[in-house]
């Protein structure tokens, strides 16, 4: 707890950051203020670097880019694996866990220990990993990192503890994985192969033990070589030499016979009992031609074999196409009987697996779905339905159904809004899933204490938005709105519209939410914005357009020659309305008249349209051409519902739309805001008129502008992928370099404009990209009806405040330190049926900076963050209570005021990867992690941060990531997320029956212990691979020593207790049998010592 006390009387010069005098029409500079000002401010702040701790809570999405997969049919959680070492587990809806290899090798393969709560993981740096299930957040306990060979397949039986491993050289190697050390055992290639084999077989492609005897192991190479190998003779059963290379093996369960799948489309059948050929060879999609031969077709890529109790086995490929047949996309065929269906996929397949009832490999399997892992989605078909429908995935798989361009997070909603978003969303969706539940239902999670209404927003390239429900750490779609179809569609070849943007022109730069008014604004890349209402009914409209014209003349720049350090601005009032003049616009109608190519973007319906219940478009403001130059990319936007008010900025200037009204009220460019207060003493018009190129003032400059106006290409373009690697000075020395100054933020509110104002009134803060803010006025009529007819009223600028950089936020205390938000409009259904006895009358909360004190008019704190630097001014002195220097090195990407432990701080993001967090008013830094080594520029357009002390950002083009900096978030982390581990008890084998035991081989009878254990096989070469402890934690120790292995060992004693008993007696029989032969040896040897001796020779 510490108190600030800062006496303001004529702190106006010493105060830390300065403050500079704010000369306007309406008051003179100096003037001594009348506002009453508070004595002190005394604000006890509460936050202490103890209240922050940085950690990912939850990751959202599809993960990039994948390699593998992997089920557990006991536990029933899946696995999926990918290029960048990471590994999602996900179960029931709740239960999805992200982990991550520290080396960031891609995963090649995963093998879980079915029903053991253990995931093996083979990665592309020849390294096998164990990892722990039976916690919350998983951990490695081992590592094995093999040095001399590559490996390429692993597998895992049912109920062993010894992983067989193939590498790319043709060995198979034995890794016991209670302790992660390599057997002695190993199974070379030349041993596998007959010795006159003059060819190496290739690369190992596929491990399996025989269903009908584990003693038996199958050995798929690549060139197209099998052997089966038996592991207690040490030698080759059969051996198969196909002249088609093999990609994937797959038994009958008997183990009587087995199929493979192959480079040239094909599939081949083999009994065990003639392995000299095939018996049945088939091309399932090469017909025959014309000319009598087989079409050539792609190779299938893997196959199962899957049989059933009740109907004919399946079996289940993926590719196999004919080459000839272009453009066809992905298959998964599914072949039952005769019938043969053709799944076509969206993306490419990665892998698929078969979903059985039984983990036995030796009993029937009866399939019951099929999950397929394409390159961007997941989806699981019913086998049960002859017509194998998809089920309805219930993870948030498709966030990059476009590419995400935009993100907003917003905790703490209405709770009223979630539920209504969801019953509209609820209508549009899609039919003709499977009705059985979904079948990946492993693990458990329950609602924990530590959950209120958060929703989360993603703009994307194509205009969609979508709405989340992000409360309790799950994420669940609510409803999707498409911005594009408030226009006409554009035509090919119309040149403007192509030439400013080609591939995505109603991509989404920004979203404007106000949760309490349900007002929905979004800024898109054509320089376009839309505003939507909320409404429960459908309702036929007409969406008003408004065209502003917000562009730089080319006659009215300043030559460089005549003022070097004077940037380029249009002559003030030349075509833009004077501020305090209401723009006589009619909707639809453009600013400007007469001038050549004064058009925007793109089109609006002009016609009337059946809009269906949710957000409905009622105004679409665009920027338009002038003189050839398309308009510049909209940098900033602010509404507010309660003053009914919208306010947009860009690199040339500012504009205030009344869209109650449908008018512009203020449309000029930035430096004609400051009239004679401007801080920097810059000409607005050349002496000597010298007409330039405006080529220069449609780019952005290299060191000013905000991140959002760097994306001045299409959001989707890979080049914004890169990271940040130049320095971006914004010093005042460096004005001169500049061409345009940018309107960076903005924000509505009750302020004071000028230091000599009594009370708040409506302003608009205004931030540039040369830092400095501005104050404007405005007067709003409060009555109804006169605010729908008298105009609103903005007058000249008020105040001008200075900070190092370009300004990003603003946020605003009272004098006790609580945060005022800003006034809204209580929601009210815009298409609701009229009530002719009560007058539907506005409502509106506003909450005036002297509605919490007990003096009227004792002013306001107003914090102000910029790329370099945050400053708290007292409200209306101007004066500069506290500055901290944020960063010197890098920049700002991100700063918000939020709610942390019932109070405030400021939160801010660094280019270079930094997050901090600094206490207010004081500016105390509470918080500085270096979080992200490296941010590019995905991450810098979608990070975010929301009240709660909680952010988000997009880590990969397909996954969201969500984080926490509240320690109070992180020490509730393990009661909201879910348990992967339940325990469950392991199905029992059926009874196979005395004769078929006894004549089929008994897989029981098979002891690999006395086979690949350190007594019979000696000790692998210490070269070979390399073991390393995992690194777990303290959690993780624990479980090693009780949970995995101890279990395992456990399991195994209970499973053959019996027999071990059975073998003891046997050892014991056997032993006596020994002893009593020996004694019988003995007693014969004796007699015949003693035969002929008299009984005196004793």
């Not at 909603?413 to 209508?427: T, V």
């Not at 000599?756 to 404007?776: E, Q, R």
């Not at 004190?853 to 101007?878: I, N, W, Y």
């Not at 008994?1002 to 212990?1009: H, I, K, M, P, S």
Request: charge should be negative.
């Amino acid at each position: 707890m510490k108190k600030f006390r800062k006496v303001l009387d004529g702190l106006t010069t010493s105060s830390p950051g300065g403050t500079i005098g704010s000369p306007s029409c309406g008051s003179a500079a100096g003037t001594p203020t009348a506002a009453p000002t508070p004595r002190e401010i005394d604000v006890q702040e509460t936050l202490v670097s103890e209240n922050f701790q940085l950690c990912k809570t939850v990751r959202h999405g599809f993960p990039y880019q994948p390699t593998a997969l992997a089920f557990d049919p006991v536990q029933k959680i899946l696995a999926i694996g990918s290029r960048s070492g990471g590994v999602r587990i996900l179960g029931r809806p709740g239960v999805d866990c992200y982990c991550q290899h520290e080396s960031g090798a891609a995963v090649l393969q995963l093998q879980f220990l079915i029903n053991e709560g253990a995931l093996v993981t083979a990665c592309a740096d020849d390294t096998l990993h164990l990892w722990n299930l039976r916690q919350r957040r998983p951990a490695v306990l081992h590592s094995l990192k093999f040095n001399r060979e590559r490996i390429t397949f692993c597998h895992l039986p049912f109920q062993s503890k010894w992983l067989y491993v193939g590498t790319e050289r043709g060995n198979t190697h034995i890794v016991n994985i209670e302790s992660f050390v390599l057997s002695g055992y190993v199974i070379m290639w030349n041993k596998a192969i007959e010795l006159s084999t003059k060819t190496h077989p290739g690369p190992v492609v596929h491990l399996s033990d025989s269903p009908k005897d584990e003693g038996k192991l199958l050995i798929g190479f690549e060139s197209g070589t099998i052997v089966q190998w038996d592991l207690r003779g040490k030698k080759a059963d059969f051996r198969i030499y196909y002249d088609e290379a093999i990609h994937s093996v797959g038994w009958h369960h008997e183990g009587k016979q087995f199929m493979c799948s192959h480079s040239d489309g094909s599939l081949t059948m083999w009994n065990l009992r003639n392995t000299t050929k095939p018996f049945q060879v088939t091309f399932p999609h090469g017909k025959i031609q014309k000319d009598g031969r087989k079409e050539s077709c792609k190779p299938i890529l893997k196959v199962e074999y899957k049989t059933s109790r009740s109907s004919d086995p399946f079996i289940i490929f993926s590719g196999g196409l004919s080459y000839d047949k272009a453009g066809r996309r992905p298959t998964l065929t599914i072949m039952h009987g005769k019938a043969i269906t053709v799944l076509e996929m969206d993306y490419p397949i990665v892998e698929f697996m078969a979903l059985c009832e039984t983990p036995y490999n030796n009993e029937v399997q009866e399939p019951y779905a099929v999950v397929v892992l394409l390159e961007k989605d997941l989806i699981v078909v019913d086998l049960t339905q002859s017509n194998f429908p998809v089920f309805e995935n219930p993870y948030p798989m498709d966030v990059h159904e476009s590419p995400v361009t935009c993100t907003a997070y917003f905790a703490e909603c209405p709770p009223d809004i979630i539920p209504i978003l969801y019953s509209i969303g609820a209508k549009h969706k899609k039919t003709g899933y499977s009705q059985k539940e979904w079948p990946i239902s492993g693990g458990t999670w329950t609602l924990g204490s530590y959950t209120y209404p958060e929703i989360i927003i993603t703009g994307h390239a194509d205009g969609s938005i979508k709405f989340w429900d992000a409360s309790a750490i799950t994420l669940q779609m609510l409803y999707k709105l498409k911005t594009s179809k408030v226009f006409e569609k554009p035509k090919l070849g119309e040149g403007r519209a192509a030439e400013l943007v080609e591939e995505d022109p109603f991509a989404i730069q920004m979203v404007s939410w106000c949760p309490q008014s349900r007002i929905f604004c979004v800024v898109g890349i054509s320089a376009h914005i839309i505003l939507y209402r909320f409404s429960k009914q459908d309702a036929n409209t007409q969406i008003v357009s408004l065209e502003v014209r917000l562009q730089c003349e080319s006659e009215d720049v300043i030559s460089p020659s005549e003022n070097e350090n004077n940037p380029c601005f249009t002559e003030p009032g030349s075509h833009s309305p004077q501020p305090h003049h209401q723009h006589p616009a009619s909707p639809g109608s453009g600013t400007p008249e007469g001038i050549k190519d004064s058009i925007p973007c793109l089109k609006v319906k002009d016609r009337m349209v059946r809009v269906p219940p949710g957000y409905q478009a009622e105004l679409v403001i665009q920027l338009l051409w002038v003189d050839g130059e398309p308009p510049q990319q909209i940098t900033s936007l602010d509404i507010n519902s309660a003053y009914g008010l919208l306010a947009f900025g860009n690199s040339n200037g500012l504009a205030v739309v009344d869209y109650l009204q449908k008018t512009i009220l203020l449309c000029m460019s930035t430096l004609d805001l400051y009239g004679a207060a401007d801080p920097y003493q810059r000409l607005t018009r050349s002496p000597r008129r010298n007409r330039q190129s405006t080529s220069g003032l449609t780019e952005l400059s290299d060191n000013q502008q905000s991140i959002d106006m760097e994306r001045s290409k299409s959001p989707t373009s890979e080049s914004r992928e890169n990271s940040f690697s130049r320095s971006r000075s914004s010093s005042v020395s460096s004005i001169d370099r500049d061409t345009k100054e940018a309107i960076t933020t903005l924000q509505f509110g009750e302020s004071y404009a000028r230091k000599s104002d009594l009370v708040p009134t409506p302003c608009l803060w205004v931030g540039t990209s040369l830092g400095v803010v501005l104050l404007i006025p405005m007067s709003i009529p409060t009555d109804q009806e006169e605010r729908m007819e008298e105009p609103v009223t903005i007058g000249p600028s008020g105040a001008v405040l200075m900070l190092k950089g370009s300004v990003l936020r603003f946020g605003f205390l009272d004098c006790m330190g609580a945060l005022i938000q800003s006034p809204y409009e209580v929601w009210r259904d815009p298409n609701a049926p009229e009530d002719p006895d009560r007058l539907r009358k506005r409502k509106l909360v506003h909450f005036s900076p002297s509605s919490s004190q007990d003096t009227c008019g004792e002013g306001h704190l107003a914090v102000v963050c910029s790329e370099r630097q945050a400053k708290v001014f007292l409200m209306p002195s101007q004066s500069c209570l506290f500055v901290h220097n944020i960063t010197e090195s890098s920049f700002v990407l991100r700063a918000d005021v939020v709610s942390v432990c019932n109070s405030v701080c400021l939160a801010c993001f660094c280019a270079n990867g930094h997050i901090m967090t600094l206490s207010l008013p004081s500016l105390r830094p509470l918080m500085d992690i270096n979080y992200l080594p490296l941010t590019d520029m995905r991450i810098a357009r979608t990070f975010c941060f929301t009240n709660g002390g909680q952010a988000l950002y997009l880590s990969s083009p397909t996954e969201i990531q969500r984080i926490t900096y509240s320690q109070e978030m992180c020490d509730n982390l393990q009661e909201m997320l879910g348990e992967l581990f339940t325990p469950t008890e392991t199905p029992e084998a059926q009874n196979r029956g005395f004769l078929k035991g006894f004549f089929g081989g008994n897989a029981n009878t098979f002891d690999r212990e006395e086979l690949f254990g350190e007594a019979a096989a000696g000790k692998a070469s210490r070269s070979l691979a390399q073991h390393i402890p995992g690194q777990a934690g303290m959690e993780g120790m624990k479980v090693a020593a009780s949970g995995v292995v101890g279990e395992l060992a456990r399991a195994r004693i209970a499973l053959d207790e019996r027999g071990q008993r059975l073998g003891e007696l046997e050892e014991r029989t056997a032993l006596m049998m020994t002893s009593a032969e020996s004694f019988h040896k003995h007693a014969h040897e004796l007699m015949l010592k003693c035969k002929d001796k008299k009984w005196y020779q004793f």
